[in-house]
Structure formats: structure tokens, C-alpha cells
């Protein structure tokens, strides 16, 4: 009897907690959309037809997804071809800056390339200086497709690069014995190994791209050109919910029904290569050498450029006037929001790897499977549908102080649990089934377990995703563009008040602000030892 009610008590601690977390963030979604939905409904806006221009906001938002994706991929596998040719320093500074790219907040990359690019930018007045035609405008879709290969193409060429560093270095030589030419390598050598990437870097741009919100938002620049998650914003700010909720529903569809797609055409079991002690670099004609480098440095500076004039525009008008009150008063709200969204969402990762661990441990991975799905299935959620909903449902708590804080904080800690859950799962999972039965014999349980056992052995891992989740939130532009105001504002939602109003210089020196603060972020919990 005691062992049994010892055996039931250890089930729930090891069940519970991802039990709780997955209701709660599954209770959440559905009551979000049902309110939605039903308030629409009592509103008698229940019927809504798929008329031209949502039938056009469906084609551009899979269009500008697509482009962007085949853009990125296709840039991403040269670049990462040319630096495999070449070795030079600052080589693995410019890889890091690949890496950084995807964690920029939205806001920060669109102010640096409208620096840059726009028409009021570094290289418009070079050329209006040698009286030269500047025509290039980034509002539509020049604009949105280079700002989603900005995000997107540094991070697929870093894991492209790594991939390609498993080549074993015998199918090098054996390669330059036979004197293959350059389609012949890319054919033979290293499309085998990118194709296994192709799929799910794609699928993961395309889905970035396909709900793509911020950027559509500032550089969209006309009705023309909007996407299912602007659509929504429109109409929700336009109280026209009926049409939210259809275009949430048709981008929720869609966005589980390519995720359950990718899952299944997306191989779980690939050979493993073994990485080379030292990379052989084949003899290369001069001019294969000089395109390289052209290629390298024409991404570096796309890269770093918008960065670099972000800066550039701080130092040159930069005025005491920029340090406003608003300025300070978002930076520390930002701040605040960001810490505790991170915690909420670490605390609902680490239940539901808690138990997904576990789960997997006595050979349940299915269900597993299944509540890692579940804890990420707000990637197929519009944040702001989220929000919404909610809001919709505790609207008699909107004059309580502090409610739109709670909303923002929990709207935020569901957007990031699924980078943690993907972060964290494996490492969890094998340290479990490494410690478990032992830590049972040594009485080491709950959240002694997670102290003793697991902090100390991810303890890099788990504030880099702390720190992770803390510049998501501190860079989102989801539902803070809904419900911020004069008395509520974060960061973001301030530099697009100065970029919609063409304060450009002062945006710049804010954009500045929110890029060092992520850096500070992710640096200083990075080097936690």
C-alpha cells in the first residue's frame, strides 16, 4: 500500500506540472478565440465574405512569404559556399553577427535600413551629392522582402556553413583529384548534406515570413500590401472582429497544417557526420577566390551596415533633446515587461520539459511529442488575436490598474516558450534519463531535483534562455501595438511612434538604445558561468 501511494505521489509530481502548463496555455488559446468569436457573433458580424481584397491579402501574404524564403535560402547557400573556400580573420565575428540577426527586434533592423536605403538614407545623399537619381523606395515590397532576408538569410547561412564543415575532408581531395568543377562540388559534396537542412530551415523562414507583422506594418506602406497578421490588426483597430476571426482561423489552419506537414516530411533519423580535427580548404583558381571574397563582403556589409548607420545617425545628430521622458519611461517599462515575461515562460517551459523528460523516459514519446506540440502551438496563433481574445474576456477588468501590463507579460511568455522548448528539450531529456533513477535512490526530488541536478548542469543553457526570452519581449511589436498608449509604452512601440512620424534621426538613437539593450541581454547572461 505505501509503495503504491508512493508510486501514485511520484507520477503526479512527474506528470502534473506539464499537465498544468499545456491546460493552461491550451485554456487560454481556446478561450481567446471563442471570445473572439462569440462577441463577434453578438455583434450580428458573423458572415463575412471572402471579398477582393482579403482574397488579395491572402495572395500577397503566401507571396511575399515565398519570395522571401527562396531569396534567403538561395543567398544563404552562396555565402555559405564562399566562406567554406576562404579563411580570413574576423571570419567568426561575422559568423557571430549571422547568429544575432534573427534575435534583432523588428524595429531595430527597419530603422537601420531606412538609414541606409531610404530616401532619406546614407546612400541617397551620397548620390544626391555626385547629382545622382535615387529612386529606391523601401516602403512596399522592395522593402519588406529585404528587410525578411535581413533576418532571415544570416542565420541559414551560419547553419548551412556548419553543415558543410562535416564534409569529410577524403571527398575533398578525392573531389580535387578529379578536378570537379564548381557545380560538380556543390552537386556531389554539398547538396546532399544542405538538402537535409532545406526543409525545416525553409519551413521555419516561410512560417517567420508568413506572420510576419512589424515589418509589414512600417514598410508595408499602402493597403497593397498587407499580410493576414496586418489584416488582422486592421481589423480589430477597425472593431470589424467578425474578419479577425476568419483571418485568424484561416492563418491558425494553416499554420498547424504546415507545421504537422514539415513534421512529417522532415526525416528523424539522419546518419551523423563526424566533424573534421582540421577543415582542408581545396586549391582554388584566383578568380573563384575573388568572387568568394565579393560574396562575403557584399553580405557583410548588408549586414553590418544598417547597424553600423544606426550608430553613425546617433553620433551625428544626436541631441539632448532625444533623452526625453517618454524615452526613459518606455526603457524601464520595457525592461520590466521583458524580465517577467521571461519568467513566466521559463517557468511554463521547465514544467512542461518537467514532464515531457519523464514521459520520454519511460518511453511515451508520443504524448510527448504531442506536449511539445501543444506547448508551441502559439507560433500558429496571431499574438494579437491572443491578446484580444483575452482582453475581450476580462474586458470588466480593464480599469483595473496594472490589467493591460498582465496581458502583455502573458501575451510575450507565450511567444517566447517555444525558442526555450526547443532550446532546452533535448538537454533535459538526456540529462533526465542520465540522472533520474539515481536522484530517486539519493531522495532528490522536485524542485531539489531542478537545483541540484539540472540548474547546475545547463546553468549556461538556462539563463541564455532567460536571456533569450527577455529580447524577444523587449523587442516585440505584437500587442503593444493594440493597447499601447501615452501611459503605457515600451520601447518598440516608441520608436515606431518617431519612425511613423519621420523623426528619423531620433528614431535612430533610440533604435540605438533598444540594440544595445538587447546585446546587454544576451552578453551578460551569455557569460554567466
Known amino acids: 500500500m505505501d509503495y503504491t501511494m508512493a508510486k501514485f505521489r511520484q507520477s503526479i509530481s512527474d506528470y502534473l506540472p506539464g499537465a498544468m502548463a499545456v491546460i493552461f496555455i491550451t485554456v487560454v488559446i481556446i478561450c481567446a478565440l471563442f471570445t473572439l468569436w462569440l462577441f463577434a457573433y453578438q455583434q450580428g458580424e458573423s458572415e463575412v465574405n ?67 536605403y531610404g530616401t532619406q538614407g546614407i546612400i541617397a545623399n551620397i548620390c544626391h551629392y555626385f547629382e545622382l537619381n535615387y529612386s529606391l523606395s523601401l516602403y512596399g515590397i522592395k522593402g519588406i522582402l529585404m528587410a ?22 577524403e571527398q575533398k581531395k578525392l573531389a580535387q583529384q578529379l578536378n570537379f568543377n564548381l557545380w560538380q562540388s556543390f552537386k556531389y559534396l554539398e547538396w546532399p548534406i544542405v538538402a537535409k537542412q532545406l526543409l525545416p530551415m525553409g519551413g521555419l523562414i516561410f512560417m517567420f515570413c508568413f506572420s510576419s507583422f512589424a515589418t509589414v506594418l512600417t514598410l508595408g506602406g499602402s493597403p497593397k500590401y498587407t499580410t493576414i497578421e496586418v489584416a488582422i490588426y486592421q481589423a480589430i483597430r ?33 546518419p551523423q557526420l563526424i566533424a573534421n580535427k582540421e577543415y582542408y580548404i581545396a586549391r582554388t583558381s584566383l578568380v573563384k577566390k575573388g568572387i568568394a571574397v ?10 553590418l551596415s544598417p547597424l553600423l548607420a544606426i550608430i553613425l545617425d546617433t553620433i551625428c545628430y544626436f541631441s539632448t533633446e532625444f533623452i526625453s521622458f517618454s524615452l526613459i519611461q518606455s526603457l524601464l517599462t520595457s525592461f520590466i515587461v521583458a524580465f517577467c515575461s521571461a519568467i513566466l515562460a ?21 504524448v510527448s511529442d504531442y506536449l511539445l506540440f501543444l506547448g508551441s502551438l502559439i507560433l500558429a496563433i496571431p499574438n494579437m488575436v491572443l491578446s484580444v481574445g483575452c482582453f475581450l474576456l476580462f474586458i470588466s477588468m480593464t480599469d483595473v490598474p496594472g490589467f493591460i501590463f498582465v496581458l502583455v507579460v502573458v501575451s510575450n511568455a507565450l511567444l517566447a516558450l517555444p525558442f526555450i522548448l526547443r532550446n532546452l528539450a533535448t538537454p533535459l ?13 539519493l531522495n532528490i526530488t522536485g524542485l531539489n531535483y531542478l537545483n541540484v541536478v539540472e540548474f547546475r548542469a545547463l546553468k549556461q543553457l538556462f539563463t541564455y534562455s532567460f536571456a533569450f526570452a527577455c529580447v524577444i519581449s523587449v523587442g516585440d511589436f505584437g500587442i503593444i501595438a493594440l493597447f499601447g498608449s501615452q501611459d503605457f509604452m ?4 516608441y520608436l515606431f511612434e518617431l519612425v511613423s512620424h519621420y523623426r528619423y534621426q531620433e528614431a535612430s538613437f533610440s533604435a540605438l538604445i533598444l540594440l544595445i539593450t538587447s546585446y546587454l541581454l544576451i552578453n551578460s547572461f551569455e557569460r554567466t558561468p
Open 50 to 116: 471572402l471579398d477582393p481584397y482579403l482574397q488579395h491579402v491572402l495572395f500577397f501574404t503566401f507571396y511575399q512569404a515565398i519570395i522571401s524564403t527562396l531569396l534567403s535560402l538561395v543567398l544563404a547557400v552562396i555565402v555559405a559556399k564562399s566562406l567554406l573556400s576562404i579563411n580570413f580573420k574576423g571570419k567568426s565575428f561575422l559568423l557571430n553577427c549571422y547568429s544575432l540577426t534573427f534575435a534583432l527586434p523588428s524595429l531595430v533592423v527597419i530603422t537601420g535600413l531606412l538609414s541606409v
Open 148 to 169: 525578411h532576408v535581413f533576418f532571415n538569410f544570416p542565420l541559414a547561412t551560419k547553419i548551412y556553413y556548419q553543415s558543410l564543415l562535416l564534409i569529410p575532408n
Open 238 to 270: 477597425d472593431f470589424e472582429l467578425s474578419q479577425a476571426v476568419v483571418l485568424s482561423l484561416v492563418q491558425l489552419l494553416f499554420c498547424i497544417g504546415f507545421m504537422l506537414l514539415l513534421r512529417l516530411l522532415t526525416p528523424k533519423h539522419s
Open 294 to 303: 565579393i560574396v562575403i563582403l557584399m553580405s557583410a556589409v548588408y549586414i
Open 346 to 366: 521559463m517557468i511554463l517551459a521547465l514544467s512542461i520539459l518537467w514532464t515531457n523528460s519523464r514521459l520520454r523516459l519511460v518511453g511515451h514519446t508520443l
Open 429 to 441: 531529456a538526456d540529462l533526465t534519463k542520465r540522472y533520474q533513477y539515481l536522484a530517486l535512490s
Open 490 to 493: 515600451t520601447l518598440p512601440y
